[in-house]
Protein backbone atom coordinates (compact mmCIF):
# COMPACT_ATOMS: atom_id res chain seq x y z
CA UNK A 1 0.00 0.00 0.00
CA UNK A 2 2.81 2.42 0.86
CA UNK A 3 3.69 2.58 -2.81
CA UNK A 4 0.53 4.10 -3.70
CA UNK A 5 1.46 7.17 -1.28
CA UNK A 6 2.67 10.54 -2.40
CA UNK A 7 4.05 12.79 -0.35
CA UNK A 8 4.16 16.64 -1.40
CA UNK A 9 3.70 20.15 -0.54
CA UNK A 10 0.05 20.93 1.19
CA UNK A 11 -1.69 23.89 -0.76
CA UNK A 12 -5.06 26.35 0.38
CA UNK A 13 -6.80 23.62 -1.44
CA UNK A 14 -5.90 20.57 1.33
CA UNK A 15 -7.63 22.35 4.01
CA UNK A 16 -11.21 20.37 3.99
CA UNK A 17 -8.83 16.81 3.41
CA UNK A 18 -6.30 17.75 6.38
CA UNK A 19 -9.13 19.27 8.64
CA UNK A 20 -10.79 15.83 8.25
CA UNK A 21 -7.27 13.36 8.80
CA UNK A 22 -6.63 15.39 11.71
CA UNK A 23 -9.79 14.59 13.21
CA UNK A 24 -10.19 11.31 12.05
CA UNK A 25 -6.81 10.13 13.83
CA UNK A 26 -7.60 12.17 16.69
CA UNK A 27 -11.35 11.34 17.28
CA UNK A 28 -10.14 8.46 19.91
CA UNK A 29 -8.29 10.63 22.10
CA UNK A 30 -11.03 13.25 21.80
CA UNK A 31 -11.92 12.75 25.80
CA UNK A 32 -8.50 12.73 26.86
CA UNK A 33 -8.23 16.57 25.65
CA UNK A 34 -9.53 19.75 26.98
CA UNK A 35 -11.80 21.32 23.59
CA UNK A 36 -9.63 24.22 23.45
CA UNK A 37 -6.31 21.54 23.29
CA UNK A 38 -8.57 18.94 20.94
CA UNK A 39 -8.86 22.67 18.54
CA UNK A 40 -5.48 23.40 18.66
CA UNK A 41 -4.62 19.87 17.32
CA UNK A 42 -7.08 19.19 14.79
CA UNK A 43 -7.53 23.03 13.69
CA UNK A 44 -10.65 24.51 13.02
CA UNK A 45 -11.83 25.91 9.12
CA UNK A 46 -10.49 29.41 10.59
CA UNK A 47 -6.77 27.61 11.47
CA UNK A 48 -6.20 25.73 9.20
CA UNK A 49 -4.96 28.41 6.89
CA UNK A 50 -2.84 30.23 9.38
CA UNK A 51 -1.18 26.83 9.72
CA UNK A 52 -1.12 26.55 5.80
CA UNK A 53 0.49 29.92 5.80
CA UNK A 54 3.17 29.61 9.04
CA UNK A 55 3.90 26.46 8.37
CA UNK A 56 5.36 24.08 5.07
CA UNK A 57 2.34 21.42 5.65
CA UNK A 58 3.02 18.63 4.00
CA UNK A 59 -0.05 15.74 2.98
CA UNK A 60 0.48 12.19 2.25
CA UNK A 61 -2.01 11.15 -0.64
CA UNK A 62 -3.71 8.14 -2.20
CA UNK A 63 -3.87 7.55 -6.24
CA UNK A 64 -7.13 8.71 -5.88
CA UNK A 65 -6.44 11.87 -4.54
CA UNK A 66 -7.33 11.47 -0.69
CA UNK A 67 -5.25 12.52 1.85
CA UNK A 68 -3.75 9.62 3.90
CA UNK A 69 -1.79 11.61 6.01
CA UNK A 70 -0.19 15.03 7.46
CA UNK A 71 2.59 16.65 9.07
CA UNK A 72 3.73 20.37 9.43
CA UNK A 73 7.54 21.44 9.84
CA UNK A 74 8.96 25.10 10.36
CA UNK A 75 12.71 25.98 11.42
CA UNK A 76 12.48 28.11 14.15
CA UNK A 77 16.04 29.87 13.96
CA UNK A 78 18.93 28.70 11.96
CA UNK A 79 19.57 25.74 13.80
CA UNK A 80 16.56 24.48 15.01
CA UNK A 81 13.19 23.32 13.32
CA UNK A 82 9.87 22.16 14.62
CA UNK A 83 7.40 19.37 13.99
CA UNK A 84 3.40 19.63 14.58
CA UNK A 85 0.22 18.39 13.19
CA UNK A 86 1.35 15.21 12.39
CA UNK A 87 -1.67 12.67 11.84
CA UNK A 88 -2.07 9.45 9.38
CA UNK A 89 -5.77 8.65 8.77
CA UNK A 90 -6.61 5.33 10.46
CA UNK A 91 -7.07 3.45 7.56
CA UNK A 92 -3.68 3.94 6.69
CA UNK A 93 -2.01 3.61 10.12
CA UNK A 94 0.90 0.68 9.84
CA UNK A 95 1.30 1.11 6.17
CA UNK A 96 4.54 3.70 6.61
CA UNK A 97 2.80 6.00 5.13
CA UNK A 98 3.85 8.12 9.36
CA UNK A 99 7.31 6.74 8.40
CA UNK A 100 7.44 8.98 4.57
CA UNK A 101 6.05 11.92 6.31
CA UNK A 102 8.28 12.06 9.24
CA UNK A 103 11.33 11.23 7.10
CA UNK A 104 10.10 14.10 4.57
CA UNK A 105 9.94 17.00 7.16
CA UNK A 106 13.41 15.82 8.75
CA UNK A 107 15.13 15.93 5.06
CA UNK A 108 13.78 19.05 5.13
CA UNK A 109 14.44 20.59 8.17
CA UNK A 110 18.50 18.91 7.46
CA UNK A 111 18.43 20.73 4.07
CA UNK A 112 17.24 24.10 5.64
CA UNK A 113 20.25 23.70 8.38
CA UNK A 114 18.64 22.89 11.20
CA UNK A 115 20.73 20.66 14.06
CA UNK A 116 18.19 19.90 16.49
CA UNK A 117 14.48 19.06 15.24
CA UNK A 118 11.76 19.25 18.19
CA UNK A 119 8.49 17.99 18.50
CA UNK A 120 5.51 18.73 21.27
CA UNK A 121 3.30 15.54 22.15
CA UNK A 122 0.53 14.50 25.01
CA UNK A 123 0.51 11.56 27.36
CA UNK A 124 -2.55 10.19 25.60
CA UNK A 125 -0.47 9.47 22.33
CA UNK A 126 1.72 6.70 23.77
CA UNK A 127 1.72 5.08 19.94
CA UNK A 128 3.12 8.37 18.67
CA UNK A 129 5.39 8.73 21.65
CA UNK A 130 6.63 5.15 20.73
CA UNK A 131 6.72 6.07 17.06
CA UNK A 132 8.97 9.36 17.66
CA UNK A 133 11.63 7.52 19.76
CA UNK A 134 11.82 4.51 17.48
CA UNK A 135 12.74 6.68 14.76
CA UNK A 136 15.28 8.97 17.03
CA UNK A 137 13.40 10.96 19.15
CA UNK A 138 13.98 11.27 23.11
CA UNK A 139 12.50 13.24 25.59
CA UNK A 140 14.03 17.15 26.61
CA UNK A 141 12.78 17.39 29.76
CA UNK A 142 11.37 19.98 29.34
CA UNK A 143 7.07 20.16 29.40
CA UNK A 144 4.99 23.16 29.52
CA UNK A 145 1.05 23.59 29.69
CA UNK A 146 -1.24 22.95 26.71
CA UNK A 147 -4.79 24.11 27.77
CA UNK A 148 -4.69 22.49 31.00
CA UNK A 149 -2.33 19.60 30.31
CA UNK A 150 1.05 18.92 30.36
CA UNK A 151 2.98 19.05 26.42
CA UNK A 152 5.90 16.80 26.32
CA UNK A 153 9.02 17.69 24.01
CA UNK A 154 10.84 15.35 22.24
CA UNK A 155 14.09 16.09 20.35
CA UNK A 156 16.14 14.87 17.73
CA UNK A 157 19.73 15.83 16.65
CA UNK A 158 20.32 15.94 13.10
CA UNK A 159 23.41 14.26 11.29
CA UNK A 160 24.74 16.36 8.59
CA UNK A 161 26.48 14.88 6.04
Not at 109 to 132: E, H, M, N, V, W
Amino acid sequence: MADEILIRVANQNDAAGILACLATAFAPYRNAYPSEAFDDTTLTPATIHERLASMQVYVATTKSGEIAGTIACSVHDKEEGHIRGMAVHPDWQGCSVAEQLLHTVEHRLRASGCKRISLDTTAPLQRAIRFYERNGFHPSGKVTGFFGMPLYEYVKLVKHE
